[in-house]
């Protein structure tokens, strides 16, 4: 633990200490406790106090995960943002953009400003969030700046990005709404919740699927649906430390999709990659703490035909689904044709 108080990042406060130390101060929690949650999150979220948590530590000890990891390398950099282009691996960490094949070999890095927060691809053009701004780079072997899309605010904080064919749409954490854009820039509208977005730190996650934008409530342990006209569409989660539960302060901090219609939602305190139907019914943990690698920041993470890509600090894992272990899981005894369950 002292090792990971001496070089925790500005960027790791925010998303993991930050968030928490919030979090102390909406429940009253003070002194002491706000220490424990800085330095040991999970004795706050997943103690042994209580027979719900001793049930819950008991579930989580015996967690077996579907998915083993097979393959895996390091970044120079901790990486800020993770996406997919062109069947290749691409990770944002400050000053730089690097570009990976599957096997791990680098193939192109692009500089860029330090303060970027997270990433789309869409159409042939990588889409670069910063707390106030997006950068639009087109190519894949020869990628050049497009554009610049300005924020509407000077007070903007910029958390999250996706990009469809309805729009640009990002989160907005100082504002607490979702800002859509038209494709060529243009301001379109603001999205507010009607549950009202409470966002403690940078947890405020957003993807689409199927004409539809999904994006974390993270204080009120939500995912949400809208339309691409921003009209709410419902939303699911509850606040708890079992299966299917978020907890903690804010949670979940990111969202992913699967070509099967499925949504993936990271975790922090004790991190976990669960699965869900579009519909909010839950499938099944993926990965849990101990597979992912330890800590408590969320780790991100993309599917890539039938593999998990997942970065967490500087490393990259390739997981994939392991049959040998299926009989054990929820995840194996799923019936929804998932193209992510190829034996590995």
């Known amino acids: 633990m002292e090792q990971e108080k001496k070089t925790m990042t500005r960027r790791r ?26 330095t040991n999150p999970a004795d706050i979220f997943y103690d042994a106090k209580g027979t719900k948590r001793t049930k819950d530590a008991l579930e989580r000890a015996q967690f077996v995960s579907p998915y083993r990891r097979t393959f895996g390398f390091m970044t120079p950099d901790e990486i800020v ?13 400050p000053n730089y953009i ?14 860029v400003r330090s303060d970027v927060r997270d990433m789309a691809v869409y159409d042939g053009r990588l889409y670069l ?51 859509q854009y038209h494709l060529d820039g243009s301001l379109a509208r603001f999205i507010k919740s ?25 204080g009120r342990h939500l995912v949400e649906q809208y339309t691409a006209e921003g009209e709410y569409v419902g939303s699911f989660g509850k606040s708890g430390a079992g ?22 939602t990271s975790e922090k305190g004790l991190p976990r990659i ?9 499938r099944s943990i993926l990965l849990d703490d101990k597979a992912l690698g330890g800590g408590h920041a969320a780790y991100d993470v993309c599917v890539m035909d039938d593999k998990l890509i997942v970065t967490g600090g500087k490393k990259v894992s390739v997981f994939q ?3 040998r272990r299926s009989a054990q899981t929820l995840c194996g005894a799923c019936t929804v044709d998932c193209p992510i369950k190829v034996k590995a």
């Open 321 to 323: 689904y392991d049959d």
């Open 81 to 93: 943002a993770l996406e997919l282009m062109n069947n290749q691996i691409v990770v944002a960490t």
């Open 274 to 282: 669960s699965c869900y139907g579009a519909d909010g019914t839950f």
């Open 98 to 111: 690097y570009i990976y094949g599957i096997d791990g070999d680098l193939k192109e890095n692009i500089s």
């Open 194 to 218: 009607p549950n009202g977005f409470v966002v403690p730190s940078y947890s405020f996650g957003i993807t689409n699927m199927d004409g539809r934008v999904f994006c974390s409530n993270p």
């Open 13 to 38: 406060f925010l998303q993991v200490g930050g968030s928490l130390a919030l979090g102390a101060v909406f429940m009253g929690i003070m002194g002491r406790s706000v220490w424990k949650m800085l």
């Open 243 to 264: 299966a299917g539960e978020f907890s903690g302060c804010c949670n979940p901090v990111q969202i992913t999709t699967t070509a099967a219609g499925e949504l993936l």
């Open 129 to 179: 969030l910063f707390p106030s701004r997006i950068e639009v780079y087109s190519g894949f072997s020869d990628i050049h700046e497009e554009t610049i899309i300005e924020a509407c605010s000077d007070d903007a904080d910029y958390c999250s990005i996706t990009v469809f064919e309805g729009g640009i749409f990002v989160t907005d954490a100082s504002a607490k709404n979702i800002c």
